[in-house]
């Protein structure tokens, strides 16, 4: 951990060096205005909040720390005979700021590996639960429990200097990150694969290890969940995950406290939940019209079916991309690489071309192309895993990756509680009365 740690300290004093000249120079600088109907409507638009590791482009997508999808897909070091991304390597470029270069991802997954044991309280803590309880209120459970683990919280319970803060908060996402796997696999296999657990494999990638305890040893199931890993890790810092995550630790709760926060959020349909919704509705459309493959004809009339059961069409829309996904598009890159003929995945592709008109016509979506969520579903159904409840559990090990790494940066650069200001109607009504 050492050296990767220095790095991480290096940059975050030149970047503390650089923001104490921004805002000494620029800091009274207007960055937007807010109006009557962004504080009423969701804070859409409003530029609030400063993220380190990744930016979000309305029609371009996601880039981290710069590297769009398909760049980190040529780019990040990828496992023997893999051809998609090591995630660690991504971990490693938000924390750092720089790509990492093999033997660096070799490292961080060594280091991972030894840091991913779970004392028994969490899996006892998850057995008390019902084994009919949604399995992301099982992860979210699991990494509260696992809150007994926080150095942060025991040194500040014996009294440190903020300046440390950054250190601990450094140990416990690196420990949290570690073990989620190990936590999630158990949720799997307690509730879906008779409570029979499967031991970790020390010699494999975090994401490989991962595919291995879930009970799948298929190569591609391996390299879809590096893809997926990687591509789900990181939406910028206003998303209802990476935004919950970063307001609990703004009140100096640790790691585990603040990504247990953020995964409720992730918990909701929609947000995370959506990748499980998009699998529940094509499965629902399919048994309403007798099996097989529905004409486009017929998906045309079931979407619209849902708009007027007042439903939304789950993995389409976005509040902020305005173009299809980029994470959609590796993913049908990858189903067209590695599974073009399977059923479901052209059922997805068949939606893709049917839903965008139709939202279209409606007038008031404002983006009528898919999100990530649109695609994952079918290609987890490919390689066995069936048990769509499951899917947002995955989205959350993922997503540890650019929150912790930007809880790290939080602590690194002393950002203080998040507070904003809230009025009432009745303020609001004397204020645009000019009262
Ligand atoms: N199906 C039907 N109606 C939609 C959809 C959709 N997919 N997307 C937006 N709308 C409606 C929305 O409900 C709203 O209606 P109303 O004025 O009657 O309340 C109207 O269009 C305007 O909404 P937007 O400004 O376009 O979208 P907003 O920024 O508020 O919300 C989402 C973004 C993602 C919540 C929304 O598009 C949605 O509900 N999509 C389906 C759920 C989903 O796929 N979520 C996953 C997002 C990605 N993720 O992983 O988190
Ligand atoms: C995400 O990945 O967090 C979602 O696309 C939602 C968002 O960015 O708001």
Redesign the pocket.
């Known amino acids: 951990m050492g050296q990767i740690k220095e790095t991480f300290k290096v940059k975050a004093d030149e970047l503390n060096a650089t923001v104490k000249e921004i805002l000494k120079e620029h800091g009274t600088k207007k960055i937007g205005d807010v109006t009557v109907a962004q504080a009423y409507?969701?804070m859409?638009g409003i530029t609030g909040l400063v993220t380190e590791t990744s930016l979000l482009d309305a029609n371009e997508g996601i880039r981290f720390r710069g590297y769009s999808i398909p760049e980190l897909r040529e780019k990040l070091p990828k496992a023997k005979e893999g051809q998609e991304p090591l995630p660690e390597g991504l971990f490693y470029l938000m924390l750092i700021g720089e790509l990492p270069t093999a033997e660096q991802v070799q490292e961080l997954s060594a280091i991972l590996a030894r840091r991913s044991h779970v004392p028994n309280h969490v899996f006892a803590t998850i057995d008390a639960l019902p084994v009919t309880t949604h399995p992301m209120t099982m992860f979210t459970t699991g990494v509260l429990a696992l809150q007994t683990e926080s150095l942060f919280a025991k040194a500040y319970a014996e009294g440190i200097n903020k300046k440390d803060y950054w250190s601990y908060m450094f140990e416990d996402s690196l420990n949290l990150i570690a073990r989620l796997p190990r936590i999630a696999a158990y949720i799997y296999r307690r509730k879906y694969k008779n409570n029979e657990h499967i031991q970790p494999n020390g010699m494999l990638d975090w994401a490989g290890n991962f595919a291995h305890m879930l009970g799948y040893e298929d190569r591609g199931f391996q390299e879809l969940m590096r893809l997926y890993m990687t591509i789900?890790a990181d939406?910028e810092g206003g998303?209802?995950?990476a935004h919950t995550t970063h307001l609990v630790g703004s009140a100096l709760s640790d790691a585990y406290l603040s990504f247990a926060a953020g995964m409720a959020g992730?918990a909701g349909?929609?947000?995370?939940?959506?990748?499980q919704?998009?699998i529940k509705w094509i499965l629902a459309m399919q048994q309403e019209l007798g099996g097989g493959t529905p004409t486009k004809e017929q998906i045309a009339a079931y979407v619209r079916k849902?708009?007027a059961d007042g439903?939304?069409?789950?993995?389409?829309?976005?509040?902020?991309l305005r173009k299809t996904?980029p994470r959609f598009t590796a993913q049908m890159e990858f189903a067209k690489n590695h599974l073009p003929d399977d059923e479901l995945v052209n059922i997805v592709w068949h939606v893709y071309e049917t839903?965008p008109p139709i939202?279209q016509e409606?007038g008031?979506?404002?983006?009528?192309w898919?999100?990530?969520?649109?695609h994952s579903g079918a290609l987890l159904v490919h390689y066995g895993l069936t048990e769509y409840e499951f899917y947002t559990v995955l989205?959350g090990v993922s997503r540890a990756l650019g929150v912790l790494a930007s809880l790290c940066w939080d602590r690194a650069m002393g950002q203080p509680l998040e507070r904003p200001k809230s009025v009432t109607t009745a303020w609001m009504k004397l204020f645009t009365e000019g009262k």
Do not use: I
Not at 269 to 275: I, K, M, T, V
Not at 370 to 374: E, I
């Open positions: 409507q969701g859409r789900h939406h998303n209802v995950s992730l349909p929609l947000h995370g939940l959506a990748n919704e998009v849902t708009l439903k939304v069409v789950p993995g389409y829309g976005h509040a902020v996904d839903v939202l409606l008031k979506v404002k983006n009528p898919p999100n990530v969520d649109a989205f």
